[in-house]
């Protein structure tokens, strides 16, 4: 069967290619943002590439086509397939029907920390010997690829709460069915498609309503929202990790960059973390992955010594330059919560040397101007703040006032920023890049530069 994808690009629509390319299917596809890591994925998987505009990729009329949900109609390519009565299907529906169907699915949903989880989720299986399948929106450094079938039932998705496609306007993860469901956190986020948060909230019900009885939740005592979720009607046994008696997973805190915990399940200790990422929003994904690791099988001793071997995920806390003292971080940012999140761990771990971070206001809810206000005050452990004012923002961040803004400056041009950074840093400085896409190649451009100086 020869399958086309269109957005094939996007971390989630090429996992979906390289696991039907793993089943033997013919794959191609196309796209109109072609970027590493998952266009270097795609091509060492031989799937052959076009643009999105070009209506040549149908000459060879596929059998199915996976229509991602960054399109629309309107779109040239949508328009195609609908006017000549082309089979299609969103990558959601294929994922579930070709590739889940009678898997022991452990399903990651929140709004930060999937990627992270479920990467930490599918090490911890591969550790164990279990060969998980998974489709996880980045690379995971242990693996080396965003998706693979794997060969027991287990499979590990990364599940989204953004919509399926244009024709199917539910969350993509309602099509999952998981037996174990990591609920990390939640709080409002992808104001494009969501009026509000008690809008994601019901999404988040509905995946809640399609675990089994015999399945398992996961999720934190203190997140009310999740709470909010589960008070709406639950089916299945729920595991808390809290610091209350009604918790069945605890942490005791052994460093402040939280690269060394203790974890306990029923006050029991069951062994000690000792790893080399930071930040107690790492550490409460790794309670979480341990957990649902542990419904599938997994011994909490195994999983706490599968963690100390791994490596994380590319643009998560990446270091892509150490040079002349000067350390630049990459890492996916695209909420006020994560951005803090990460600058504690950053801070608690390197004292009081400079951290510089630089952020690109790309997703959907940043270009809206939804997190404005609490944008700025994110970034307040920062000793210098450089932030993109690209040409599809919506709001002006210069005139975002703000206690927290003596220390930040806007730019309108990678180049400008480059310029500024070599002015300002010195030996012992971190360099925090924060951006959900390319940001314009900043990261080649500035090792480039240092290298230089």
């Known amino acids: 069967m020869h399958i086309h994808i269109l957005g094939i690009c996007g971390t ?5 290619a390289l696991l039907a390319r793993e089943l033997g299917y013919s794959v191609s596809g196309s796209d109109s943002n072609v970027y590493p890591p998952m266009s270097t994925q795609l091509e060492n998987a031989g799937i052959q590439l076009s643009q999105l505009d070009d209506p040549e990729q149908f000459n060879v009329k596929p059998d199915l086509i996976v229509i991602g949900n960054a399109l629309s109609r309107g779109n040239p390519a949508v328009e195609i397939v609908l006017n000549n009565s082309l089979d299609y299907i969103s990558g959601p529906a294929f994922l579930a029907q070709y590739i889940l169907k009678k898997r022991w699915v452990l399903a990651v949903a929140g709004t930060h920390g999937k990627t992270s989880t479920s990467s930490m989720l599918a090490w911890i299986l591969e550790y164990a010997g279990l ?5 996880i929106g980045g690379v995971p450094e242990n693996f080396g690829m965003s998706a693979r079938s794997g ?37 409002y ?23 089994p009885g015999n399945g398992l939740i996961v999720l934190p005592e203190s997140d009310k929202n999740v709470g909010d979720v589960i008070s709406m009607g639950c089916w299945t046994p729920v595991q808390q990790f809290g610091e209350s008696s009604n918790c069945t997973w605890t942490i005791k805190l052994l460093s402040a960059d939280a690269s060394q915990f203790d974890v306990f399940v029923d006050k029991q200790h069951q062994g000690t973390v000792n790893w080399s990422l930071i930040g107690e929003h790492n550490l409460n994904n790794a309670v979480m992955a341990i957990a649902a690791a542990r419904h599938a099988g997994v011994p909490t001793n195994q999983a706490i010594e599968a963690l100390s071997s791994f490596q994380n995920v590319k643009r998560r806390m990446e270091i892509v330059v150490n040079t002349h003292g000067i ?24 004292g009081e040397q400079r951290i510089i971070a630089i952020l690109e206001p790309r997703s959907n809810t940043m270009r809206m101007g939804i997190h404005k206000d609490t944008l700025i005050p994110s970034l307040a452990l920062a000793n210098e703040t450089i932030l993109y004012q690209s040409p599809d923002l919506d709001w002006n961040i210069a005139e975002n006032p703000s206690d927290a803004a003596k220390n930040i400056q806007v730019f309108d041009s990678i ?3 480059i310029e500024q ?21 900043i990261h080649k451009k500035l090792a480039t530069a240092l290298e230089k100086l």
């Open 189 to 211: 986020d992808h104001a494009d498609i969501f009026p509000d948060l008690d809008a994601i909230k019901r999404q988040f019900h509905h995946l809640v309503r399609t675990v």
């Open 12 to 16: 989630f629509m090429g996992g979906i």
């Open 151 to 187: 060969e027991t039932p287990f499979f590990v998705v990364e599940a989204d709460e953004y919509d399926t496609a244009f024709f199917d306007k539910r969350s993509k993860f309602v099509h999952y069915h998981p037996q174990t469901l990591i609920l990390n956190n939640l709080e």
């Open 421 to 441: 950074l070599l002015s300002i840093v010195k030996p012992d400085d971190h360099i925090l890049i924060m951006s959900n896409g390319a940001f314009g190649g």
């Open 415 to 417: 180049d400008k920023i």
């Open 131 to 135: 060969k998980p399948g998974f489709l």
């Open 327 to 350: 350390t630049v971080y990459d890492d996916f940012a695209h909420h006020p919560t994560a951005i803090a999140s990460t600058l504690a761990g950053l801070r608690n771990k390197v």
